[in-house]
Nanobody
Framework: VQLQACGGGLVQARGSLRLSCAASGRTFSSYAMVWFRQAPGKEREFVAA????????SYADSVKGRFTISRDNAKNTVYLQMNSLKPEDTAVYYC???????????????WGKGTQVTVSS
Protein backbone atom coordinates (compact mmCIF):
# COMPACT_ATOMS: atom_id res chain seq x y z
CA VAL A 1 0.00 0.00 0.00
CA GLN A 2 1.35 3.41 -0.93
CA LEU A 3 0.01 6.41 0.91
CA GLN A 4 0.06 10.05 -0.12
CA ALA A 5 -1.08 12.74 2.29
CA CYS A 6 -2.02 16.24 1.24
CA GLY A 7 -4.00 19.23 2.39
CA GLY A 8 -1.60 20.83 4.81
CA GLY A 9 -0.85 24.52 4.85
CA LEU A 10 -0.73 27.68 6.88
CA VAL A 11 -3.84 28.66 8.81
CA GLN A 12 -4.66 31.08 11.58
CA ALA A 13 -5.62 29.91 15.03
CA ARG A 14 -9.27 28.84 15.27
CA GLY A 15 -9.23 28.05 11.57
CA SER A 16 -9.84 24.74 9.82
CA LEU A 17 -8.04 22.41 7.46
CA ARG A 18 -8.89 19.06 5.95
CA LEU A 19 -6.14 16.57 5.31
CA SER A 20 -6.52 13.74 2.84
CA CYS A 21 -4.54 10.56 2.43
CA ALA A 22 -4.98 8.59 -0.76
CA ALA A 23 -3.92 4.97 -0.91
CA SER A 24 -2.97 2.88 -3.87
CA GLY A 25 -3.80 -0.79 -4.16
CA ARG A 26 -6.93 -2.79 -3.62
CA THR A 27 -6.29 -3.63 0.04
CA PHE A 28 -7.10 -0.24 1.53
CA SER A 29 -10.18 -1.55 3.33
CA SER A 30 -8.07 -4.26 4.98
CA TYR A 31 -6.32 -1.72 7.17
CA ALA A 32 -7.21 0.61 9.93
CA MET A 33 -5.99 4.09 9.03
CA VAL A 34 -4.19 6.30 11.47
CA TRP A 35 -2.98 9.89 11.57
CA PHE A 36 0.14 10.79 13.50
CA ARG A 37 1.95 14.08 13.83
CA GLN A 38 5.43 15.21 14.72
CA ALA A 39 6.35 18.68 15.88
CA PRO A 40 9.93 19.96 15.74
CA GLY A 41 12.00 18.45 18.54
CA LYS A 42 9.21 16.14 19.63
CA GLU A 43 8.41 12.50 19.13
CA ARG A 44 5.81 11.36 16.64
CA GLU A 45 2.45 11.14 18.38
CA PHE A 46 -0.88 9.52 17.71
CA VAL A 47 -3.68 11.82 16.55
CA ALA A 48 -6.63 9.75 15.33
CA ALA A 49 -7.53 6.34 13.98
CA UNK A 50 -10.41 4.74 12.15
CA UNK A 51 -11.20 1.05 11.81
CA UNK A 52 -11.34 -0.80 8.52
CA UNK A 53 -15.06 -0.31 8.08
CA UNK A 54 -15.10 3.15 9.58
CA UNK A 55 -17.37 2.02 12.36
CA UNK A 56 -14.89 2.77 15.15
CA UNK A 57 -12.68 5.77 15.76
CA SER A 58 -10.16 6.81 18.35
CA TYR A 59 -8.67 10.22 19.15
CA ALA A 60 -5.88 11.64 21.19
CA ASP A 61 -7.21 13.68 24.10
CA SER A 62 -5.53 16.78 22.72
CA VAL A 63 -7.68 16.76 19.56
CA LYS A 64 -10.89 15.19 20.81
CA GLY A 65 -13.88 17.35 19.90
CA ARG A 66 -11.90 19.34 17.34
CA PHE A 67 -10.69 16.76 14.82
CA THR A 68 -12.74 14.19 12.93
CA ILE A 69 -11.34 11.22 11.07
CA SER A 70 -13.31 9.57 8.28
CA ARG A 71 -12.69 7.27 5.36
CA ASP A 72 -14.14 6.46 1.98
CA ASN A 73 -13.21 2.91 1.04
CA ALA A 74 -14.59 3.35 -2.46
CA LYS A 75 -12.09 6.15 -3.01
CA ASN A 76 -9.26 4.57 -1.00
CA THR A 77 -9.00 7.78 0.97
CA VAL A 78 -8.91 8.75 4.63
CA TYR A 79 -9.56 12.27 5.83
CA LEU A 80 -8.77 14.33 8.88
CA GLN A 81 -11.02 17.34 9.39
CA MET A 82 -9.29 19.73 11.77
CA ASN A 83 -11.33 22.52 13.32
CA SER A 84 -10.54 25.11 15.99
CA LEU A 85 -6.87 24.75 15.24
CA LYS A 86 -4.33 25.88 17.81
CA PRO A 87 -0.68 26.85 17.41
CA GLU A 88 0.25 23.68 19.28
CA ASP A 89 -1.29 21.66 16.44
CA THR A 90 1.61 22.79 14.25
CA ALA A 91 3.41 19.68 13.04
CA VAL A 92 4.05 17.42 10.11
CA TYR A 93 1.07 15.12 9.80
CA TYR A 94 1.49 11.55 8.60
CA CYS A 95 -1.04 8.93 7.60
CA UNK A 96 -0.36 5.29 8.25
CA UNK A 97 -2.02 1.93 7.71
CA UNK A 98 -2.07 -0.80 10.30
CA UNK A 99 -4.21 -2.53 12.87
CA UNK A 100 -6.79 -0.84 15.07
CA UNK A 101 -5.90 -2.89 18.13
CA UNK A 102 -2.43 -1.36 18.45
CA UNK A 103 -2.15 2.30 17.50
CA UNK A 104 1.52 2.87 18.22
CA UNK A 105 3.79 4.22 15.49
CA UNK A 106 6.02 1.15 15.68
CA UNK A 107 3.14 -1.14 14.81
CA UNK A 108 2.08 0.55 11.57
CA UNK A 109 2.63 -1.37 8.36
CA UNK A 110 2.75 1.49 5.88
CA TRP A 111 3.49 5.20 6.05
CA GLY A 112 2.89 8.11 3.79
CA LYS A 113 5.08 11.16 3.45
CA GLY A 114 4.00 13.91 5.75
CA THR A 115 2.18 17.13 5.07
CA GLN A 116 3.04 20.28 7.00
CA VAL A 117 0.39 22.02 9.05
CA THR A 118 1.30 25.40 10.51
CA VAL A 119 -1.10 27.27 12.78
CA SER A 120 -0.28 30.90 13.44
CA SER A 121 -1.42 32.70 16.57
Amino acid sequence: VQLQACGGGLVQARGSLRLSCAASGRTFSSYAMVWFRQAPGKEREFVAAISRSGGSTSYADSVKGRFTISRDNAKNTVYLQMNSLKPEDTAVYYCAAGGFAELAAWSMDYWGKGTQVTVSS
